[in-house]
């Protein structure tokens, strides 16, 4: 039996057992979980992605990926995506499958950079179009300014964690009575976000394995996690409410919910934007110049994807205040079209496109600016 949970605006099945039935639907994406010696049950994210096919969502991206593998074949592409195990590094390779699909509705000839070179300096996607060729780099920065990814992350090790029975776990966080909200606080020591993402996830890993199911937790026992400072208390509390015989009930619940830090706000003043630790991340992505030297006929194009960031509005890229600092800093790191000849903030999957900046002349593809009704 596979017990459905419902979580607010959440339900997913736990933890996967039953997705002979779902992976028999995509011969493709079956072919190379076999190759690449993929089994369930395990923490391999393209199995959640299978056992929650009952959502139209996970349904079509699905079939997407099914269908360009077929179209593309085999290639380190699929193999990233098929072999992440972490839930935010997934969801980041999804975006670059979103990408593909956009793009293939907008051209014909695509190469998957993987495909035709073992450089590192190479692009996610080359378009042909005509005598022209874009090169595509996408990237996806995640906004580690606040609470709201450990919440994630935490509630994602705990559905998925590899114990024979089921359970109901409220969390919640004590900061004892401190006037400091967690959100603003504790992932903000990491100097690099992907780093930071690394250790976030150890640590959750160690204290589940070593402090909660190192044997079976007790029933309305708390255990209590430390993760603050002397300085900034902040304990996070687990109680297990309920244990079922069934492994796929997990109901994982947080009594608190979080606030958004809002990227936004990194962006509304340039001295507030070239100071936050956006600068450098920007900086060092842009100048690896993944999509190589300029040259004639030839479009190097960056999106950058704010799809994964605490933006507030969704649409915020598009409008003024956001677009005239992104651009100034842009323009700098860029040296004014040395790296790319064109950056563009999107926010995938929906898509919104914000305003193209545009360091090259004549024949320059660029996704239409989204227009949002009420924003000047």
Known sequence: ?????????????????????????????????????????????????????????????????????????????????FTEKDYFGFNRNLEEVRLLEILSGRFNNIEIGDNISDDSKKPDFIVSDGDNKIYFEL???????????????????LRYYPVEYGFDV????????????????YLYRFDDIYEGEKIIKNEIQNFLNNAIFK????LNKKYIWNIGTEEKPLNIEFTFRQFAEERAVR???????????????????????????????????????????????????????????????????CIPRFHNSFQEIMSEINEFGKYYDVIQAVNLPIPIWGIPI?????????????????WG
Request: hydrophobic share 35%.
């Open 1 to 81: 039996m596979v017990c459905e949970i419902h979580n607010g605006k959440n339900m997913a099945i736990f933890p996967l057992d039953n997705i002979d039935e779902t992976i028999a639907n995509y011969p493709q994406i079956q072919n190379l979980l076999n190759q690449y010696n993929i089994n369930y049950p395990g923490t391999y994210q393209i199995l959640h992605l299978l056992g929650n096919e009952h959502y139209e969502g996970a349904k079509y991206l699905l079939k997407v990926i099914d269908g360009q593998i077929e179209k593309y074949g085999d290639c380190n592409f699929f193999k990233i995506l």
């Open 139 to 157: 990237y996806t920065p995640t906004d580690f300014y606040s609470f709201q990814f450990f919440h994630e992350f935490l509630r994602n090790e």
């Open 170 to 185: 409220l969390l919640e966080y004590d900061n004892s009575g401190k006037d400091f909200l967690p959100d603003f606080y």
């Open 215 to 218: 044997e079976k937790p007790g």
């Open 251 to 317: 109901r994982v619940e947080w009594i608190h919910g979080t606030k958004s830090s809002d990227t936004i706000l990194f962006f509304e003043r340039l001295e507030v934007l070239r100071n936050s630790r956006w600068y450098p991340l920007f900086k060092k992505k842009i100048r690896k110049s993944q999509c190589g030297s300029s040259e004639p006929n030839k479009t190097r194009t960056l999106l950058i994807n704010f799809s994964h960031c605490d933006m507030g509005w969704k649409e915020d890229i």
């Open 358 to 374: 545009v360091f090259k002349d004549n024949g320059i593809f660029t996704f239409p600016v989204t227009k949002v009704r009420g």
